[in-house]
């Protein structure tokens, strides 16, 4: 038995509304009360959303593994194919569509919140070579990440793990680490701090796949079997739990 793909889906819809609102209203505080400082606002915005990210993979993670992230799904999928572990492509199907609707669904929210338009789409433009090589880099070591502490057993300090590198990473990437392609459609539908412009969204997203790619050619290299443990991405569920105290 797994659990019904309807909750599965509620969950990664929930979970990434969650956090896009985190990054999102985060931002817009952040502007508010440090009006003046660049520095501090990306501080404030990048320390609210890895405590967030890390407190949402609690909530959801024993329920849909708490991927919040298509290029997650796609990889926990391809890899996990041909050991029959992970997602099937059905499943893929609805994870990406629950993933972007609740990213959408985030940002409006978090609009909401701070008294803006529910829909203001961004005019920050962040269409650069430099920016798309940092989205390759950030979502590169995401999946490295993700699936070198599955396969190794790890999978219990994700919360923690994956926190603290987007918090990293949105200093040390040119881009503040978007690393996610619901996440980036979703933050195009709020003109503030952590907003992207529509027309940027594309470049965004294919770096993002070319950093999906390079990170499972890595992993097939460093960890040829990874795919045996990708039922454990980002966190295992319930059953995945229980099954591994059975055998």
Do not use: C
Not at 6 to 14: C, G, M
Not at 62 to 67: D, E, K, T
Not at 140 to 168: D, K, M
């Amino acid at each position: 038995m797994t659990i019904a793909l309807r909750r599965r889906l509620l969950a990664e819809f929930v979970g990434t509304a969650l956090l896009v609102t985190a990054v999102v209203g985060s931002g817009i505080m952040a502007t508010t009360l440090s009006p003046d400082d660049v520095g501090l606002q990306l501080l404030e915005n990048s320390t609210a959303t890895a405590f967030a990210l890390a407190a949402l993979i609690l909530i959801f993670g024993p329920i849909s593994g708490a991927h919040f992230n298509p290029v997650v799904s796609a990889a926990d999928w391809f890899l996990g194919r041909r050991a029959g572990t992970g997602l099937t492509a059905r499943d893929l199907g609805g994870y990406v569509a629950a993933q972007v609707l609740g990213a959408i669904a985030g940002s409006v929210l978090a609009n909401l919140m701070f008294d803006l338009a529910a829909v203001g789409f961004s005019g920050k433009d962040r269409a650069a070579g430099h920016l798309w090589l940092g989205e390759v880099v950030a979502t590169t070591g995401l999946i490295l990440l993700i699936f070198a502490l599955a396969r190794s057993g790890r999978a219990p300090v994700a919360p923690a793990a994956v926190g603290a590198y987007i918090g990293a990473a949105y200093w040390f990437t040119s881009s503040t680490s978007f690393a996610n392609p619901a996440v980036t459609i979703g933050r195009a539908f709020t003109d503030t701090f952590a907003g992207i412009a529509p027309a940027s969204v594309p470049g965004f997203v294919l770096a993002q796949v070319v950093g999906l790619a390079v990170g499972v050619g890595l992993l097939a290299a460093l960890y040829p079997d990874a795919g045996a443990a990708a039922d454990q991405v980002v966190v295992p569920t319930d059953e995945d739990a229980a099954i591994s105290r059975r055998s």
